[in-house]
């Protein structure tokens, strides 16, 4: 099976709204305008690969770091709407893992068609998951 990719994309530079408004408030003692500064290039440099087979976390302005997870080891998915959000149309989504040392989960903050990403990947979680379990069963028979 060929990987193909379901959604890239990077969270909302609305999840920093809060802070940029102080920063903003207080834009008079210089520091802040720096802080907002950060926070902004932080949020661009996030970015999100999901695909058939894995999800793809790669965060970090000067070092990088890219997690990667296979899809099978999803197991639960949820999607928040806070207003502000439903307002402008986005929505949070969290993926629950299952990993072989640890239970852990990647949230993806301030995204459009979080339904429509949730559905795809329990759709590729499903199919891979018993592409697993198929396998294994096949090496213990």
Known sequence: MTETLIWKG??????NLGAYILCALFSWLVI??????WLYIKTSCTKFEITNERILVSRGVLNRITDEVSIYKVVDSQME??????????????FFIVGDRTNFSITIDG???????GDEVRKYMDSSGSIMNDA???QIG
Do not use: H
């Not at 802040?32 to 500064?37: G, L, M």
């Open 136 to 138: 294994i069963i096949n």
């Open 10 to 15: 990077s969270p909302s530079q609305l999840q």
């Open 111 to 117: 995204i459009k068609n979080a339904r429509y990403i």
């Open 81 to 94: 709407e806070p207003l502000l959000y439903r307002i402008v149309g986005l929505a949070t989504i969290t």
């Open 32 to 37: 802040p305008i720096f802080i907002a500064i």
